[in-house]
């Protein structure tokens, strides 16, 4: 695990290494453990199922090619996570949940906060316009997979 | 981040170096990211606004001025976190919800935890007595933020 040192200037973020265990592991990209017994805890696929979503790890740092190692970030603040974009606009702090549309994160206005202790896993940490068709786009968020 | 080293006389805890944005982010009160676009990951504000809830990075491990840099406690157990102290008391294993009464944790019955996974960001790890009015206190608690 990578943590980085005491610093004003950086955000606070600590990474994980993966190994990607298919192709699309991509910079900005959902990474969940594949878990088959070989090298569990080290290999990961792109979340795109629902088993997925339990063991998701990280977002892939950098684009990891199949069978090579690369960083996953499980914590702190990230400009370029895959976001969908859609008719519904994001805003500062919309927890947001994982959509198999698009097999990335979505605002959801049923988990909008409310007085109880919300535990989002991804919070936007900007703003997104809408969009009249459902596709991707990156949004800066605060990740917290730990 | 700091991460203590091995240590079986303390006990575990993590922490971030944030910035706080504005006057208020004293000792024990909750942090949320300011997300504004500047300084992104690094400021903080007091988490009193629905919209903080989801954005909430940890509690202030003492007070930190506006504009000034400080650390915010993220994880493990903290002795003085700022709670709402009512007519319902609080007892070892509470897990905490934020109350926008007193921007503050406070006690529900509610959440008590069942057969599920909870996830409880803070818990009680005191008991505490009922108060005739609502008023803040402080109590040891489980941070759980990461």
């Not at chain 1, 080290?42 to 979340?47: A, H, K, M, R, Y």
């Not at chain 1, 202790?117 to 605060?142: E, K, N, W, Y």
């Not at chain 2, 650390?71 to 709402?84: E, H, K, P, S, T």
Request: aromatic share 6%; with cysteine.
């Amino acid at each position: 695990m990578l943590v980085q040192r005491i610093s004003r200037d950086d955000p606070e973020r600590a990474f994980i290494v993966v190994r990607a265990d298919e192709a699309g592991v991509d910079r900005g990209w959902t990474v969940s453990w594949k878990a088959d017994g070989t090298r569990n805890g080290i290999d990961v696929l792109q979340t795109d199922a629902v088993a997925d979503i339990a063991l998701i790890c990280g977002i892939a740092h950098t684009d990891i090619a199949n069978g090579d190692y690369g960083l996953a970030q499980c914590y702190g603040y990230d400009d370029d996570v895959i976001v969908l974009k859609s008719a519904t606009a994001l805003a500062r702090g919309n927890p947001l949940i994982f959509s198999s549309l698009k097999s990335c994160w979505a605002e959801s206005s049923a988990s909008a906060p409310n007085g109880e202790s919300i535990h989002a896993q991804i919070a936007a940490m900007s703003t997104l316009a809408t969009s009249t068709g459902a596709a991707t786009d990156r949004l800066p968020c605060f990740l917290r997979f730990m | 981040m700091l991460i203590q080293r091995i240590s079986r006389s303390d006990p575990e805890r993590v922490f971030i170096v944030v910035r706080a944005d504005e006057a208020g982010c004293d000792r024990g009160w909750t942090l949320s990211w300011k997300a504004d676009g500047t300084r992104n990951g690094i400021d903080v504000l007091q988490c009193d606004a629905v919209a903080d809830i989801a954005l909430m990075c940890g509690m202030a491990h003492t007070d930190i001025g506006n504009t000034d840099y400080g650390l915010a406690q993220c994880y493990g157990y903290g002795d003085d976190v700022v709670i709402l102290q009512s007519n319902t008391a609080y007892a070892r294993g509470n897990p905490l919800i934020f109350s926008s009464a007193k921007s503050c944790w406070a006690e529900t019955s509610a959440s008590a935890p069942n057969a599920q996974s909870v996830h409880a960001q803070v818990a009680a790890m005191s008991t505490l007595a009922t108060s005739a009015t609502s008023q803040t206190n402080r109590l040891p608690c489980f941070l759980r933020m990461m």
